[in-house]
């Protein structure tokens, strides 16, 4: 039965009328909405927005970036190859750097976790062996990722043969990590980093809960003596002397956790002829001295010496060829020289020394940094390739370039082969033209007038330090992505992802016959850039231009509606997009099918170490490659030509 009305209640009929004026714009509204793709629309501060398409997940397997956009994941090998080559110690528009290390360090556990530590093992071997990466920072931590992850206890038997061998997987997986250390640490910096990495790790992923670890295990130690005993006299004084210390380690630190014992390895070591020389660098890099080399010391001497001594190293009698080579060690020569400069205030001892010995700056005081006469002898003795590139702007100042050696800077900045040599990123010669250029260092209070001849001098090194590759004969868009988020710095250097991202562009505007070169953020602007522009003109002309939101698909779709043909796209980008109307991998089918170019081809060039793209995996025209890998002209031509 119906309830019974209340005596001031009255009884309602539906009419629907009342509705028809909703009705109807509910509908109209509804038509727009399908007519533009069932477009959302949002409030923000009060005002009413549409929601930009590529802010909708349109195709499956989509996932969300920094900035609220749709692109997609990238492959476990692209993304531990992005963070090896691009870093992560500085910060970005959307993310500081511990968030960005934490997601990549994330990514490469879980890849370890899936059984694919081989993956990132070759991955990071071949970018060390081709100097692909600018930075090391990166490379360190996922050796140190790789030597030192803990899933489980890999010491506990276990009866199931699948987790017995994936115990011996990680178990694999560390002593490769390990065998690879000489290759990838090649100076004490590394070293250190990498040591306090592998703490770091080890006590984070400890197995089994609250079990302590330090990471100071036989493998790590057995490794980081093997590291130090494979050097040569000469080198190893070299290296303890000119990094006694880095990162809050030193070599003495090393030695008190690793225990590196020379006599270990048995007549190895005592059938060598620079045996006695050895044992004098072990000690002096534990106790800071040098002793009294042995056919000098008389026999009160010799006793004293004896007292600290490796009590296994006397039993064992030195031979005459043993002593002689002591005696006339060049390599103890240098440590001797080292000390002895402590305190040096002699310009001309100092001087001596740097000749006598090849010290570097490094090995001499500070007091002694601002004489002209020994910047000239530090260049001259010859100065090493990297310590040159680096004090470019204190020679320039203190006046210790003359003509003549400017004109040997320039001559080793131009030559490709001893670029290769001393291993010189591109990046290295990038950010050191920008610092050089603008008269101040990035710290610091040092200023002083650049020589335009060094400037570009350092401007040529950098496009040769790049793997060459023959002109493609193809028409290029180069688009770059001027948004706001393209502020960032790029992989720990002074340079905005915009700047370098201007640097990356001219390499294929100079070898490429056909190219325009194009900017955009949430608007598209055409660039002027010519063969004959250089670097420092065009960051200009790119800093001078607007910011704005990203719209990742402009390009393609201003090349569609103005009927313009390429065969190529190249956008340099941190793949932050989200304000266009229309998804780059739509844009970019919809641009073939309208110019009849149907291989047309997009390249991505990721200028962060995100763990996403705008490339679409499934589209075989469009590649995803790390920007500021040096190989970059070789991988685009071999893309652009088919053969990969």
């Given at each position: 039965?119906?309830?019974?009305?209340n005596?001031?209640?009255?009884?309602?009929?539906?009419d629907?009328s009342k509705?028809?004026?909703?009705?109807?714009v509910?509908?109209?509204?509804h038509?727009?909405q399908?007519?533009e793709?069932?477009m959302?629309?949002i409030?923000?501060?009060g005002?009413l927005q549409r929601?930009?398409?590529?802010?909708?997940q349109?195709?499956?397997?989509q996932?969300?970036?920094?900035?609220?956009g749709f692109?997609?994941p990238v492959?476990d090998?692209t993304q531990v190859?992005?963070?090896?080559?691009l870093?992560s110690d500085?910060?970005?528009?959307?993310?500081?750097a511990?968030k960005i290390?934490?997601?990549?360090?994330?990514?490469?556990?879980?890849i370890?976790?899936?059984?694919?530590g081989?993956k990132v093992?070759?991955?990071l071997a071949l970018?060390?062996?081709?100097n692909?990466n600018?930075?090391?920072?990166?490379?360190?931590?996922?050796?140190a990722?790789?030597?030192r992850?803990?899933?489980?206890?890999?010491?506990k038997?276990?009866?199931?043969?699948i987790l017995?061998?994936?115990?011996?997987?990680?178990r694999?997986?560390?002593?490769?990590?390990l065998r690879?250390l000489p290759?990838v640490c090649?100076?004490?910096?590394?070293?250190f980093?990498?040591?306090?990495?592998?703490?770091?790790?080890?006590?984070?992923?400890?197995?089994?809960?609250a079990k302590s670890?330090?990471?100071w295990g036989?493998?790590?130690?057995?490794?980081?003596?093997?590291?130090y005993?494979?050097?040569?006299?000469?080198k190893?004084a070299?290296?303890l002397?000119?990094?006694p210390q880095r990162e809050?380690?030193?070599?003495?630190?090393?030695f008190?956790?690793a225990?590196?014992?020379?006599m270990?390895?048995?007549?190895?070591h005592t059938?060598r002829?620079?045996r006695?020389?050895?044992?004098?660098?072990?000690?002096?890099a534990v106790?800071g001295?040098?002793v009294?080399?042995?056919?000098?010391?008389?026999d009160?001497?010799?006793a004293?010496?004896?007292?600290?001594?490796d009590k296994?190293a006397?039993?064992?009698?030195?031979?005459?060829?043993?002593l002689v080579?002591e005696?006339?060690s060049?390599?103890?020569d240098l440590?001797?020289?080292?000390l002895?400069?402590?305190?040096?205030?002699?310009?001309?001892?100092?001087v001596e020394?740097?000749?006598?010995h090849?010290?570097v700056?490094?090995?001499l005081?500070?007091?002694?940094?601002n004489?002209k006469l020994v910047?000239e002898?530090l260049?001259?003795v010859p100065?090493?390739?990297t310590?040159?590139i680096r004090?470019?702007?204190?020679?320039?100042?203190?006046?210790?370039?003359?003509?003549?050696r400017?004109?040997?800077?320039v001559s080793?900045?131009t030559?490709q082969?001893?670029?290769?040599?001393?291993?010189?990123h591109p990046?290295?010669?990038?950010?050191a033209r920008?610092?050089?250029?603008?008269?101040?260092?990035?710290k610091?209070?040092?200023?002083?007038?650049?020589?335009?001849?060094i400037?570009?001098?350092?401007?040529a090194g950098f496009y040769?330090a790049?793997?060459n590759?023959?002109p493609?004969g193809?028409r290029?868009?180069?688009?770059l992505?001027v948004?706001g988020?393209?502020?960032?710095p790029?992989?720990?250097?002074?340079?905005s992802?915009r700047?370098?991202?201007?640097g990356?562009s001219?390499?294929n505007?100079?070898?490429?016959?056909?190219?325009?070169?194009v900017?955009f953020?949430?608007k598209?602007t055409?660039?002027?850039?010519?063969?004959?522009?250089k670097?420092?003109q065009?960051n200009?002309?790119?800093?001078?231009?607007s910011?704005g939101?990203?719209?990742?698909?402009?390009?393609?779709?201003?090349?569609?509606?103005?009927?313009l043909?390429?065969?190529?796209?190249?956008?340099?980008?941190?793949?932050?997009?989200?304000a266009g109307?229309i998804h780059?991998?739509?844009?970019?089918?919809?641009?073939?099918?309208?110019s009849g170019?149907h291989?047309?081809k997009?390249?991505?060039?990721a200028?962060?170490?995100?763990?996403y793209?705008?490339?679409d995996?499934?589209?075989?025209?469009?590649l995803?490659i790390?920007?500021?890998d040096s190989a970059?002209?070789?991988?685009?031509?071999e893309?652009?030509?088919?053969?990969?």
């Amino acid at each position: 039965m119906a309830e019974e009305l209340n005596e001031d209640q009255v009884a309602a009929n539906f009419d629907e009328s009342k509705l028809r004026d909703l009705s109807n714009v509910a509908a109209r509204l509804h038509r727009m909405q399908l007519a533009e793709d069932d477009m959302e629309i949002i409030v923000v501060d009060g005002e009413l927005q549409r929601l930009p398409r590529q802010m909708e997940q349109v195709k499956e397997g989509q996932v969300m970036n920094n900035a609220g956009g749709f692109v997609f994941p990238v492959s476990d090998e692209t993304q531990v190859r992005r963070f090896l080559i691009l870093g992560s110690d500085k910060g970005t528009y959307h993310q500081n750097a511990e968030k960005i290390t934490l997601d990549n360090a994330h990514r490469i556990v879980e890849i370890i976790q899936k059984g694919k530590g081989h993956k990132v093992l070759h991955e990071l071997a071949l970018i060390n062996a081709e100097n692909r990466n600018p930075k090391m920072n990166s490379m360190l931590f996922t050796l140190a990722i790789c030597a030192r992850v803990s899933t489980h206890d890999t010491t506990k038997k276990n009866e199931c043969p699948i987790l017995h061998t994936y115990s011996e997987y990680i178990r694999a997986l560390h002593a490769a990590a390990l065998r690879l250390l000489p290759d990838v640490c090649r100076t004490p910096t590394h070293l250190f980093e990498f040591v306090d990495y592998c703490q770091t790790i080890a006590e984070s992923t400890k197995a089994g809960g609250a079990k302590s670890s330090t990471g100071w295990g036989r493998s790590l130690r057995n490794a980081i003596s093997k590291w130090y005993k494979e050097k040569t006299a000469e080198k190893l004084a070299m290296l303890l002397t000119k990094y006694p210390q880095r990162e809050g380690w030193s070599h003495r630190d090393l030695f008190r956790l690793a225990h590196p014992n020379l006599m270990d390895d048995g007549t190895h070591h005592t059938d060598r002829e620079d045996r006695l020389e050895r044992e004098q660098l072990f000690r002096f890099a534990v106790k800071g001295d040098l002793v009294k080399r042995k056919r000098k010391a008389n026999d009160e001497e010799k006793a004293k010496i004896e007292e600290s001594w490796d009590k296994r190293a006397l039993k064992v009698p030195y031979t005459e060829q043993q002593l002689v080579k002591e005696e006339k060690s060049r390599a103890l020569d240098l440590v001797e020289a080292y000390l002895s400069l402590k305190q040096e205030q002699s310009e001309e001892v100092i001087v001596e020394a740097i000749k006598k010995h090849g010290l570097v700056r490094e090995h001499l005081p500070t007091s002694s940094l601002n004489s002209k006469l020994v910047w000239e002898t530090l260049f001259d003795v010859p100065m090493p390739m990297t310590a040159m590139i680096r004090n470019l702007g204190k020679m320039t100042l203190v006046g210790a370039l003359d003509d003549n050696r400017v004109k040997s800077i320039v001559s080793r900045l131009t030559d490709q082969e001893e670029l290769r040599r001393a291993r010189i990123h591109p990046l290295t010669l990038l950010t050191a033209r920008s610092v050089y250029a603008r008269g101040r260092g990035d710290k610091g209070s040092l200023t002083w007038e650049p020589n335009q001849k060094i400037c570009d001098a350092l401007e040529a090194g950098f496009y040769k330090a790049f793997v060459n590759s023959p002109p493609t004969g193809k028409r290029y868009c180069l688009a770059l992505d001027v948004s706001g988020s393209m502020c960032s710095p790029v992989s720990s250097s002074p340079l905005s992802c915009r700047e370098a991202a201007t640097g990356m562009s001219l390499i294929n505007l100079h070898n490429e016959a056909e190219v325009k070169c194009v900017a955009f953020c949430d608007k598209l602007t055409e660039l002027p850039f010519t063969k004959d522009w250089k670097i420092g003109q065009v960051n200009d002309y790119v800093n001078n231009l607007s910011f704005g939101s990203t719209d990742c698909g402009l390009p393609m779709t201003w090349a569609t509606e103005n009927n313009l043909k390429f065969d190529v796209f190249i956008i340099y980008t941190d793949n932050d997009t989200w304000a266009g109307e229309i998804h780059p991998f739509e844009a970019i089918k919809k641009y073939r099918e309208a110019s009849g170019i149907h291989d047309a081809k997009v390249i991505v060039m990721a200028m962060q170490a995100y763990n996403y793209s705008i490339a679409d995996p499934s589209d075989a025209g469009m590649l995803d490659i790390t920007g500021f890998d040096s190989a970059v002209p070789q991988i685009v031509h071999e893309f652009v030509t088919g053969n990969i």
